[in-house]
Nanobody, 121 residues
Framework: QVQLVESGGGLVQPGGSLRLSCAASGIVFRTYAMGWYRQAPGKQRELVAS???????DYADSVKGRFTISRDNAKNTVYLQMNSLKPEDTAVYYC???????????????WGQGTQVTVSS
């Protein structure tokens, strides 16, 4: 049974930081590209960061320079370090696993259940 379990969300003030984690089980983690998505109320889910098996990374323009994606294959975990958070970063954040092309079109093979991030004073 495949599981992707996100953690690390919460309430943070503007300018603050959070680190999200996504722990995978039931897959050969090192063979999957991983992505972090977010969905704000009333908006479509968007890909904010991705990392390939070779650890090449890509970011949405809205988070470049503020967010960093990384992976630890020994722990079957992908991370999203979020700095200089803004109210517009408020969303449910999801991780996904799949081929890079599938991550790009928002159709990973597997999804996590999501974790809420709220940026507010």
């Amino acid at each position: 049974q495949v599981q992707l379990v996100e953690s690390g969300g919460g309430l943070v003030q503007p300018g603050g930081s959070l680190r999200l984690s996504c722990a995978a089980s039931g897959i050969v983690f090192r063979t999957y590209a991983m992505g972090w998505y977010r969905q704000a109320p009333g908006k479509q889910r968007e890909l904010v960061a991705s990392i390939t098996t070779a650890e090449n990374t890509d970011y949405a323009d809205s988070v470049k320079g503020r967010f960093t994606i990384s992976r630890d294959n020994a722990k079957n975990t992908v991370y999203l370090q979020m700095n200089s958070l803004k109210p517009e970063d408020t969303a449910v954040y999801y991780c996904g696993a799949g081929r890079p092309t599938k991550l790009l079109i928002g159709k990973p093979d597997y999804w996590g259940q999501g974790t809420q991030v709220t940026v507010s004073s």
